[in-house]
């Protein structure tokens, strides 16, 4: 780590690189959320080299606003290190403290009190809860949880998904009628919406040719 930080103030430098020198917190956002995805499809890759790659450019995009910051003089790395290390320990009281929990459910529900004891007991509004950059059906599902929407038998909510495909007009609210009820099903089914589709997605791609999609 110690290299890569190293690395990432000689680009900063006056000699350095005029692109890296350019980047701010705000221009790297999305990179940021580029690199986490590619990580994220690497679990899936079927070559095990690809992961630790992948994991190595997000760790980048830490680095990068690290520095940023220690040249600002708002942070530096051994923050960010010692606030992640701080926060797992203090967020696992049945691991480090002698908590007793009954299982996963309690340590969640702990999770949660912590994580608002932390803040002072101030609730956060449910937009805030939820990251904008999630994709589009990961927030949806993230929604229906927040808003208490029990989850129905998985025939249950494939039924309700069939009666919102019929009743809903080539529209973008008819469009995100059927979409919000795919996410139910999809709930119901203890399946991650989000991910399984990119799965499809990324096979999708995958099957296709080199040059698909290019003009001559």
């Known amino acids: 780590m110690q ?3 190293s690395i990432m103030r000689r680009l900063r430098a006056p000699d350095g690189c005029p692109w890296d020198r350019e980047q701010t917190h705000e221009s790297l956002r999305p990179y940021l959320l580029e690199e986490a995805a590619e990580a994220a499809d690497a679990v899936s890759s079927p070559d095990p080299a690809d992961l630790p790659d992948e994991l ?11 520095v940023i910051a220690e040249e600002a003089g708002t942070f530096g790395y051994p923050d960010v290190e010692r606030a992640i290390v701080e926060k797992l320990v203090r967020r696992h009281p049945h691991v480090f403290a002698g908590t007793d929990v009954s299982g996963s459910e309690e340590v969640v529900t702990n999770w949660q009190a912590i994580k608002a004891a932390e803040r002072g007991g101030r609730v956060r509004r449910p937009e805030q809860r939820v990251p904008a950059a999630l994709g589009a059906l990961a927030r949806e599902a993230k929604a229906q949880k927040l808003a208490g929407h029990a989850k129905a038998t998985p025939e249950a909510a494939q039924e309700a998904l069939l009666a919102a495909a019929q009743a809903a007009p080539a529209s973008a609210d008819g469009i995100a009628d059927v979409l919000e009820a795919v996410v139910a099903w999809a709930r119901a089914a203890g399946v991650d919406a989000e991910l399984a589709l990119r799965e499809r997605t990324l096979s999708t791609l995958r099957a ?6 290019l003009t001559s």
């Open 208 to 213: 296709l040719p080199d040059d698909a999609g």
């Open 56 to 66: 190595g450019d997000v760790l980048l995009q830490v680095a990068f606003h690290s």
């Open 3 to 5: 290299d890569l930080l």
